[in-house]
């Protein structure tokens, strides 16, 4: 008689090497492909940042030609929002640790979770062709209208805009709808509404935003497309056309996008903080409506963005005052870690260290986002290096740093060995002084009326001493980096083994082994608070489930135990489906529709084979 | 062995609520075509602009009525599914099927007709116009081939997993259905 977890291991194992990475189903594996992948973009998304830096030293640079500068400007924005920050916090740390800390074994749809990755990195290594090619996008990351219309962009660089984030957003549409499946359904036993972790509420937050946010994009994008292919109008006067009209759906979706890329950053500071300061959050239930709340106001801002576009003052008003109505869960959640720091007995390591570091980025951040909700004072930065300052607050500042806390947070439970905790402290700071030495010189340099995106400027204007500190700290900043990723290469080698739980944190996946089996919990867990780990208690059931690819669903609000789910094994079809979306692409790409016509036909046939083998369970 | 007992269960399956996160963001993609569709009305002095014909009202409207009306054997194709009756689920099936092609291969001869009397390429009216009715097709048409592969499928008999689709397309086609009227009366706006 083999014991439990040899069974288990039996059952979930899946086959060995490359082939297995390729047809993997494992959300742990999906998450460490995502979690290497976006490394790879978020490198090639420093590099360009450095160049754009190295270009704007000093005045006259020459580093870049404008064409050039155009399109390493414009992918230094696509990739690291869409390409670094948005599938790094949902495909990797949600990917990973989401079913870890709900106590499931797998997500929802794990055929559909790989098949998310690979359309992901499909549309990465499209939009990339582009730039290769040297006809990456170049009008900028909103690619605002009549720039990217065929007369002012005759070549393909705004058809591999376009066509390059509806495929991403395909990717991101299958994670969202996972997510909130798996959030809904899969919880432990006993894990009601009130009893998830807030990381998981940050994640459902996001996951409904991106399924209410990528739509409008889509049909912009989409727009773009018939325009510049088939000579349909939208965005052209002459025609009855209304230029506004790209803005509007741009933002719509742009603005919850801000918040898409910030959400999880605030959800894994509610999981560092509680941890090193020992005690559980501060106001939970308010900070988890915050959460959800800041999601969902983030649809009402979107004018926020068009204030120098001359849209009527009632709307104007209008969108000011829903902009500062922002500040409201902003701030709960920002005294929630202020006290539950404060009340408890915090241990500043590195991962805390970064949350600090956050929380002071973000409300530099925040002070100068809400300026802009002041109409008058919007009208007169718009589109100056102010606003670059403010949102590289938000995105770098308080976006970025959580990832690279949670990088040192999760490292022991992913590797199982320990990351050096004075260099990595010393990262932090290396990083810190160079996020600011980097960023805030572009608050004073904008309001000194340099306008953002000119590949060049004259001397003599003021700016040029700013520029220089702003070059020494971008370089200053990737040397941060480069620590970061050396302790954590060097520690997955060197570093001493960490046990399951370094730090004693008190969610569910510092319950079970580092790194953690194909099968996650060898006994599914009874879960009766929201820190389980810190309670201890016994659940009077025991579900080990070890005869079957089996994990339980619960019910939707109270997490009571409702039925055994066989989860489908290892598959090829995600990556074959990915490859015939990814071809679709290029075919529309230049413009062979009638090959695009059949490859989807293709798409649909792998959509069949897929489903001719039935998980036993829905 | 797993020592919990397995009861009938009470939640929602999962396919189900994919389905439905999966409806919410095809309908706000409508959503903001429709929006759009108001956005550049009210940026246009005449609308339709001169020389493109009105909409006629007559058969989209009598279409629409067919289309409505398939939700009702679609919603007794996922009873019978979970009551375990293949044959009344196919049967059920077949029959929305039947009505659901007529009205896709109707609206594509009128769409086709209306392709004859102004292009896209004109205006922003006709632009928009054969986008979203586009859209709404192509919409109908991811219906019809859900329902064709699980009536299909229902050949090689009933399981757990195929009733959990019937369920999920039956949700599916209400959700096509109510996004018909929508657009329906979007597209025929300018003549009610």
Redesign the interface.
């Known amino acids: 008689m083999r014991s439990r977890t040899e069974r288990l291991e039996l059952i979930w194992h899946e086959r060995p090497g490359l082939l297995g990475w390729l047809t993997t189903v494992d959300h742990k594996r999906i998450g460490l492909l995502y979690f290497f992948t976006t490394l790879v973009f978020f490198g090639a998304g420093g590099v360009e940042a450095l160049l754009i830096r190295t270009q704007l030293a000093g005045p006259n640079g020459t580093v870049l030609s404008p064409e050039a500068f155009d399109q390493v400007m414009t992918m230094h924005g696509v990739t690291m929002i869409f390409l670094f920050i948005i599938p790094m916090t949902t495909g990797a740390f949600g990917n990973y640790l989401l079913p870890l800390m709900i106590g499931a074994r797998d997500m929802a749809f794990p055929r559909l979770n790989a098949l998310s990755y690979w359309l992901f990195l499909g549309s990465g290594v499209f939009l990339y062709a582009g730039l290769l090619m040297r006809k990456g996008p170049d009008c900028g990351w909103f690619c605002y209208t009549p720039l990217n219309t065929k007369e002012y962009d005759p070549g393909l660089n705004a058809d591999f805009y376009a066509l390059g984030l509806i495929f991403n957003s395909m990717s991101t549409t299958a994670g969202a709808l996972n997510f909130i499946v798996t959030i809904f359904k899969l919880r432990a036993p006993g894990m009601s509404f009130n009893r998830m972790p807030l990381f998981v509420f940050a994640m459902l937050a996001v996951s409904f935003s991106l399924i209410f946010a990528l739509p409008p994009l889509t049909t912009d994008l989409v727009f773009l497309e018939l325009q510049r292919k088939v000579g349909f109008h939208f965005f052209d006067v002459v025609h009855g056309g209304d230029a506004l009209l790209w803005q509007h759906l741009f933002w719509l979706f742009g603005h919850p996008e801000v918040y898409i890329i910030i959400l999880p950053a605030m959800g894994i500071a509610t999981s560092i903080i509680p941890t090193f300061a020992k005690r559980k959050m501060v106001a939970f239930p308010l900070v988890a409506l915050a959460e959800l709340l800041v999601a969902f106001i983030g649809f009402g801002v979107w004018g926020h963005h068009m204030f120098a576009t001359g849209l009527s003052i009632g709307t104007l008003v209008f969108f000011a005052a829903a902009s500062m109505m922002v500040v409201i869960p902003s701030t709960i959640q920002i005294y929630a870690w202020l006290f539950t720091v404060n009340l408890g007995r915090p241990e500043f390591r590195a991962p805390l260290l970064f949350i600090g570091g956050f929380i002071a980025l973000f409300v530099i951040g925040g002070l100068s986002g809400i300026m802009f909700a002041a109409i008058p004072f919007d009208q007169a930065t718009t589109d100056t290096y102010f606003v670059v300052a403010h949102f590289h607050f938000i995105i770098f500042g308080a976006a970025v740093f959580p990832i690279l806390g949670g990088m040192y947070y999760w490292f022991p439970k992913v590797t199982g060995h320990m990351y050096h905790e004075r260099s990595a402290q010393a990262s932090f700071w290396v990083t810190f002084v160079g996020t600011l030495l980097t960023f805030f010189p572009m608050h004073i340099v904008g309001l000194l009326g340099m306008t953002r995106r000119v590949y060049t400027y004259h001397a003599g204007f003021g700016w040029d001493a700013y520029n220089l500190s702003e070059t020494i700290g971008a370089f200053i900043l990737a040397a941060g980096l480069l620590m970061i990723f050396a302790n954590l290469l060097w520690s997955r080698f060197r570093g001493p083994p960490s046990g399951p739980d370094p730090f004693f944190g008190g969610t569910l996946e510092w319950t079970t082994a580092s790194p953690p089996p194909p099968y996650n919990f060898p006994v599914i867990p009874t879960v009766t608070s929201p820190y389980p780990n810190w309670d201890r208690a016994q659940g009077e059931l025991v579900l080990d489930l070890d005869h079957g690819h089996e994990t339980p669903a619960t019910t939707v609000r109270d997490g009571h135990l409702d039925e055994i789910l066989k989860m489908p094994s290892e598959s090829g079809w995600p990556i074959v489906l990915a490859l015939a979306v990814t071809v679709l692409f290029i075919m529309l790409l230049t413009a062979h529709f009638v090959v695009a016509g059949i490859f989807a036909g293709v798409a649909g046939c792998v959509l069949v084979a897929w489903h001719v083998h039935e998980p036993a369970e829905a | 062995?797993?020592?919990?007992p397995?009861t009938q269960?009470?939640?929602?399956?999962?396919?189900w609520?994919?389905m439905v996160?999966?409806v919410?963001?095809?309908a706000?993609?409508f959503?903001?075509?429709i929006g759009?569709y108001y956005?550049?009305r009210f940026?246009?002095p005449r609308w339709p602009?001169t020389g493109v014909p009105d909409p006629k009202l007559a058969m989209p409207l009598i279409l629409l009525g067919v289309l409505v009306s398939t939700s009702v054997p679609v919603q007794l194709a996922s009873v019978f599914a979970r009551a375990g009756r293949t044959g009344a689920t196919q049967l059920s099936l077949l029959v929305a099927l039947v009505v659901q092609s007529g009205y896709l291969a109707m609206q594509i001869h009128l769409y086709v007709d209306d392709l004859h009397r102004f292009s896209?390429?004109?205006?922003?009216?006709a632009?928009?116009y054969?986008?979203l009715v586009g859209a709404h097709h192509a919409h109908v048409l991811v219906g019809v081939?859900l329902e064709a592969?699980l009536l299909l499928?229902l050949f090689g008999g009933n399981?757990?997993?195929?009733a959990?689709?019937v369920q999920g397309a039956a949700f599916y086609w209400h959700a096509v259905n109510a996004l018909a009227v929508a657009v329906t009366l979007v597209q025929l706006s300018p003549s009610l």
Do not use: C, H
């Not at chain 2, 062995?1 to 919990?4: D, F, W």
């Not at chain 2, 269960?9 to 396919?15: I, L, S």
């Not at chain 2, 896209?120 to 009216?125: E, I, K, V």
């Open positions: 062995m797993s020592s919990v397995y269960r009470v939640a929602k399956p999962n396919g609520w994919g996160v999966f919410a963001t095809e706000t993609l959503g903001t075509l759009s956005d550049l940026k246009t602009p896209p390429q004109q205006s922003a009216y632009s928009i054969f986008t081939l592969w499928r399981t757990a997993y195929r959990v689709g």
